[in-house]
């Protein structure tokens, strides 16, 4: 059977796998940081008008530039920001994509303080874009000395900054991002994936970019506002970026029906937002309570924990998954990443670590199949 390999593929991509979690058919799924909690009826119907009224033109191309959209969004992220300095794609990974292919590219690199976001050397691989792999501390921070130490080291065409940090959870101090804008040759991103989940008094990377028009933030829908199926990701920037990533985006790269569904949930972001404070004050709680069992936690600003298993990651993995919850092994040794879920998945979790704690780790268990939905 022919595969990838026997192909003419690029070398870089030769043995590799593609991106993506286990999708698995058990009881309680925390391993993708989705929102667990369903989109509201009154904001379903409100999407499904919106889209019912695009159907009668799709015979016409979209807006190929999202003009209304990112007023919508510029005017959630405030800021005194304006479409201009506003883009949209598909997911926060294609808008990365798109920062990459502008700036980096063969003969470039790009620079991401490990461990991070795994999409990030994957993207730059698909742009034959170089990557460096910078180091944070031994506890998961990353200070402004270390930062621009490495960035002054390899000179890097991109930064990729997260705030809060996947898979750590941890947000970063501004004094961190302003270092590394004083120093870095090129692009500086900040990614804000999981910005609306931080505590209190945590400082949006938003609020730097008057005067520095090599900053760049991305932020995404997919995981505050529950709309990951509907893959809306954004970035704010001055609108010299825009402009350039308008070179390199595909024509009509977002949908009508796209377009107006993320429109409406904007309309409705209130009750879609309810969620955020009920999903951290379960992340609160996976944290105290994972440490009242003795683990060590990493302090979090996202909707998920990450945690020391106290063994080998990929056995506890395994004994929760045999337990009905799946959570992501990121392939940091004896370490796990949960999501923050509802109360009752949160519940579930924490009895499942209880058993194992009390059996021991058990041996690796098969993985049950994937359902046919």
Known sequence: MTGPDDLPIRDELRGLSPYGAPQLDVPVRLNTNENSHPVPEAVAEAIGKALTAELRDLNRYPDRDAVALRADLAGYLGHGLTADGVWAANGSNEVQQQLLQAFGGPGRSALGFTPAYSMHPLLARGTGTGWVPARRGADFALTADEAVAQVREHRPDVVFLCSPNNPTGTALDPAVIDAVLDVAPGMVVVDEAYAEFARPGTVSALAVLPGHP?????????????????????LAADPAVVAAVQLVRLPYHLSALTQAAARAALAHRDALLATVAEIAEQRDRIVTELRGRGLRVADSDANFVLYEVGGDQSVAWRALLAHGVLVRDVGLPGWLRVTAGTRAETDAFLAAVDSIQREGLTAPQPLPTKGTS
């Open 214 to 234: 090599r900053l760049v933030v991305t932020r995404t829908m997919s995981k505050a506002f529950g709309f990951a199926g509907g893959r809306l990701g954004y």
